[in-house]
Structures are given as structure tokens and as C-alpha cells.
């Protein structure tokens, strides 16, 4: 059974604290993304990797960063948390090796900033 | 820019009743279409997907969808809702193969007992 796995459920953070969210995935895929998630906006890409040490920005990449040193875990990276970014924080895989894959996703990190 | 739209963020039907979230993108060229799920507290799941070939897709727990291209439209049905399929519904497109999707805003929906 394919597995992403995120390393926390739910997570609180005071306002200016580092704060790294974790996704692991373990189908070998090659495309990794991390979105965040809020009541009436969907789905809003923060950034996306094609491979190790690969990254790019996706449309709202302000105020986050990630890291990707292996290819089945992407990290996000808060470098200073403000309360703007509570939020659902979902992580996601797709691979290259078949055509016209969907994309498989982690259970989310709920993440409150105060 | 690629763009979704799910028309109605809430829709609610009674337990028996049609299932009807419609969703219309903006492109010229013809994407990838999915229908994704998320129950409460999960992540997302692929409901069903359109990649070529028939435009009538199915997919998971009875739903369907069917792409129109003269209408930029892809619409998720169910004949008879069941409790079980109250959840956000996000509908998505993407334009390469494994590469970026844009997601709708997503459709709530609530099904009456």
C-alpha cells in the first residue's frame, strides 16, 4: 500500500518560531509538493521538487522554505512563523514512471501559529 | 494561468438523490482532469481522472465524471447519494504529465438524511 506519511497531525507554534513540517514518502517518486490548505481558497501550492536538491517555487512561496537531501522526504521550513500562516499544510508525491499519474497525499499537519 | 472553478462551495442533496458538482477550467489545450476527495481530518484522494481516450470516466464509490471540451466542463455525478459521501470535493487539472495541478476551491457536500 502506498504510503506519504507527514510527521506531525497537529502542531502549535508561537509567533517567530523556526518550524519544520516533514513528509515521507515511499513510492520512489521522483515529483514532490507541499501545499496549504484554507477554508474557500483549495489548494495553494507553496513549492514543488523534481529531484533531490531540486526545488521551485510554486505560487505562494513567501515566508517558507524546503529542503529535499533524499529523494522520498521534503521538508517546509518556517523560518519565522507568523499567525498568517496557521493553516492545513498537505504534502504530496506523483512519479514519473507512469503516465498520467494522480497525485497521492499525506494525512496533513494542522498547524497553529499564536 | 490555468484556472478551476467549482461552482457552489456548498452543495447538500438528500440521502437517495442525484449528486451534481460541476467544475469548468480555463485552457485551450486539453488537460488532465481529476476528481479528488477529502473526508474529515485526511488527506486527499483521487475519485477518478480523465486523461484521453473516452470522455465518460468512473471511478471510485459510484461517482462519475464526463469531459466536455466544448464546454471547458468536467462534472462529478453519483445517481443516489449515500451518507458516506458527505466530504469536500476538489476538482484539478494539470498539463503535463506528473507536473503541477491547479485545484478548485472545493465543493462541500452534505447529504440529508
Known amino acids: 500500500d502506498v504510503k506519504v506519511t507527514q510527521s506531525s497531525r497537529y502542531l502549535v507554534k508561537r509567533t517567530g518560531e523556526k518550524v519544520f513540517l516533514e513528509c515521507v514518502q515511499d513510492?520512489?517518486?521522483?515529483?514532490m509538493f507541499w501545499y496549504r490548505q484554507d477554508p474557500g481558497l483549495g489548494l495553494r501550492l507553496i513549492y514543488f521538487s523534481y529531484d533531490v536538491k531540486m526545488k521551485e517555487k510554486g505560487d505562494i512561496p513567501e515566508g517558507y522554505s524546503v529542503s529535499r537531501e533524499k529523494k522520498e522526504r521534503f521538508s517546509l521550513i518556517l523560518e519565522s512563523a507568523s499567525t498568517n500562516q496557521t493553516s492545513m499544510y498537505l504534502c504530496?508525491?506523483?512519479?514519473?514512471?507512469?503516465?498520467?499519474?494522480?497525485?497521492?497525499f499525506g494525512p496533513g499537519t494542522r498547524l497553529t501559529v499564536l | 494561468a490555468q484556472s478551476v472553478t467549482q461552482l457552489g462551495s456548498h452543495v447538500s442533496v438528500s440521502e437517495g438523490a442525484l449528486v451534481l458538482l460541476r467544475c469548468n477550467y480555463s485552457?485551450?489545450?486539453?488537460?488532465?482532469l481529476f476528481w479528488y476527495v477529502q473526508y474529515p481530518n485526511q488527506g486527499l484522494q483521487l475519485l477518478l481522472k480523465y486523461t484521453t481516450g473516452a470522455t465518460l470516466v468512473k471511478g471510485i464509490n459510484g461517482f462519475e465524471a464526463e469531459f466536455k471540451k466544448s464546454e471547458t466542463s468536467f462534472h462529478l455525478t453519483k445517481p443516489s447519494a449515500h451518507m458516506s459521501d458527505a466530504a469536500e470535493y476538489f476538482c484539478?487539472?494539470?498539463?503535463?504529465?506528473?507536473?503541477?495541478?491547479?485545484f478548485g476551491d472545493g465543493t462541500t457536500l452534505t447529504v440529508k438524511p
Open positions: 504530496a508525491s506523483i512519479g514519473t514512471s507512469r503516465s498520467y499519474n494522480e497525485q497521492f
Open positions: 513510492m520512489d517518486h521522483e515529483n
Open positions: 485552457s485551450s489545450v486539453p488537460p488532465y
Open positions: 484539478a487539472v494539470a498539463y503535463t504529465n506528473a507536473g503541477k495541478s491547479t
